[in-house]
């Protein structure tokens, strides 16, 4: 009878362990009516004009030394309000400090000098990696209740960092853009700002750490190391209101192991030529608010990261607790994205009433063999788009570092599928949640495409409503669920295109008369297809199998 009731007890032991693990503070599992809570800044309500630090209005003042000066002196006397009045204010990197909230007026300019010399090297992180780069203009480490508001600008100098790609550019900028000094790459294809730009362009991973890098080699490279506007390092309740980030050298807002962010109503905005022109990179953070917001950028718009392959897994901070709402991506790479740095993993991710207006891709989920990593619990709906180049939805686990819509003449070709064995570096997309989705033009409605040794998994999309050139394609994915969606394509094209793909639940597919083909179906794995409350009649052929694929493979019921 003892033993009876000690199992007992260690099966209800497990069963609570399991529960507690997938629950949040609350002690109830996450959803959208039961969101993250994250905690709000508090400020005393002082100001410090920086006027009063000796601050000038004028295209010539380099202000560094009195901004930042304000800032010291406000968190010493314990917290406030930091006043860039109305003026343009060119400055050096600001670094902001504890209990200090940098507001800045409407009709404030706070523009970043684009004098390399008042940036120094120091060690940072980019793309995952800990790395040399610039000093970022904007900047904190290690600091609580911060907070960026108001209505003003802040303004990286971006141009004067950036590379650009001829293909970006018309005929008659390229050439204005060569005749402003700088270097041109042999091949004419892209343009550099200074030869130390270049000679950094021509080495593999220049600002990786490593010990037999001196300081004459960094320098050497300086230029190429371009920083993000505004880099908040391991930071503690934090606030972003009301201003607008524009023209980064590189990614515009990169909050790094922080906890406790709102981001409200901002803009980011960088030119669409911008190379690693991002508007936000949550990297490792935890409880995250992004509402009210747009981003019109030249690459990702709203993006989640934890760090790149053997780096990122063993910090093992995942980015989780994220709610992103009411917001909107023009011009990036991806509206909603996921990767392709999410080494320490992603979890708990709420995104809603979001609109993407001519982004390259709508969701875009990335990752490559290397990363490791496991992303899951992503819940996303009531989410419109229009003018979609690329996929509406993406799922992808061979990420190639590639623009996501290919350019004029470039020619891509799918990569080559190989088993691998499964390792601590294999990365895990599953439990994702999507629903309500509209989107008028994309050149593909649905892609998911898993690794052979590691299927996409668990995928669950209702009400998904989508005008696009091609269907929907499903490779190396399990259990995906597709109710109640409707996808109007070119009908010379399969509807759904399924390869090496297994236990597809299909409820109630619509789609355009006389397509040409309803399912193709094709990979030996293909299996266990399901199909209901379909009208198969309108297609001119139901189903087409590949060589080597069960005919008993799909199932309509």
């Known amino acids: 009878m ?77 917290g406030g309000v930091v006043v860039i009045p109305a003026g343009l204010f060119i400055s050096g990197p600001v670094e902001l400090k504890s209990n200090v909230n940098l507001h800045l007026n409407s009709g404030a300019l706070l523009q970043f000098t684009s004098d390399f010399d008042q940036y120094p090297l120091v060690e940072g992180n980019w793309e995952g990696l800990p790395q040399m780069r610039n000093q970022s203009p904007i900047w904190a480490t290690n600091q609580q209740n911060i907070a960026i508001t108001g209505q003003g600008i802040i303004d990286g100098s971006g141009d004067a960092w950036r590379m650009v790609k001829n293909d970006k550019l018309t005929a008659s900028q390229w050439k204005t853009l060569v005749a402003s000094g700088g270097m041109v790459s042999a091949d004419q294809k892209t343009w550099y700002p200074s030869k130390k730009s270049f000679a950094g362009s021509e080495i593999k991973n220049p600002g990786v750490i490593s010990p037999e890098k001196t300081p004459e080699f960094y320098n050497s490279v300086k230029d190429f190391l371009r ?73 990702d718009g709203i993006c989640i990261k934890s760090g790149r392959d053997e780096a990122g897994r063993k910090r093992g901070m995942p980015t989780e607790n994220v709610i992103v709402r009411n917001s909107k991506v023009y011009h990036a790479h991806g509206g909603f994205v996921i990767g392709s740095e999410m080494s320490g993993g992603a979890k708990n991710i709420f995104v809603s009433n979001c609109t993407f207006d001519g982004t390259d891709i709508g969701l875009r989920f990335k990752t490559t063999r290397g990363r490791g990593g496991v992303v899951e619990k992503i819940f996303v709906k009531d989410i419109v788009m229009k003018d979609i180049p690329g996929e509406a939805i993406l799922f992808d686990m061979y990420y190639a570092a590639q623009d996501p819509v290919p350019l004029a003449g470039e020619k891509r070709d799918a990569p080559k599928v190989q088993l691998f064995p499964v390792t601590e570096a294999t990365p895990v997309f599953k439990d994702f949640h999507i629903n309500n989705i509209v989107c008028n033009g994309a050149s593909k409605a649905i892609f998911i495409r898993g690794l052979p040794e590691m299927n996409i998994a668990d995928i669950y999309l209702e009400n998904i409503d989508i005008k696009a050139k091609q269907g929907i394609d499903l490779q190396e994915a399990k259990n995906i669920s597709l109710k109640n969606v409707n996808v109007i394509t070119d009908n010379k094209k399969p509807v759904v295109s399924i390869q090496n793909a297994s236990v597809i639940s299909i409820d109630n597919l619509n789609y355009k008369d006389d397509s040409e083909v309803l399912f193709n179906i094709t990979g030996e794995k293909s299996k266990a297809i399901s199909v209901k409350n379909t009208d198969t009649s309108k297609a001119k052929s139901k189903v087409r199998y590949g060589e080597g694929t069960c005919n008993s493979a799909l199932e309509m019921k």
């Open 2 to 78: 003892k033993i009876k009731l000690l199992i007992l007890v260690l099966i209800s032991f497990v069963f609570y362990t399991i529960a507690v693990n997938a629950q949040g503070k609350t002690g109830k599992p996450y959803s959208f009516s039961n969101l993250p809570v994250v905690k709000k800044v508090s400020f005393k309500k002082d100001t410090f004009n920086i006027l009063k630090y000796a601050a000038k209005s004028d295209a010539q003042a380099l202000n560094t030394t009195s901004i930042n000066a304000a800032i010291a002196d406000c968190s010493k006397k314990g």
């Open 227 to 299: 920083p993000n506007l505004m880099v908040l390092n391991n930071c503690r309740q934090i606030l972003l209101e009301g201003v607008t980030f524009q023209n980064s050298p590189a990614w515009c807002l990169h909050p790094l192991m922080c906890q406790d962010l709102t981001v409200r109503n901002v803009t980011a905005k960088n030119p669409w030529y911008a190379q690693n022109g991002d508007g936000i990179d949550l990297e490792s953070c935890k409880n995250v608010l992004i509402e009210g917001s747009t981003f019109d950028v030249g690459d």
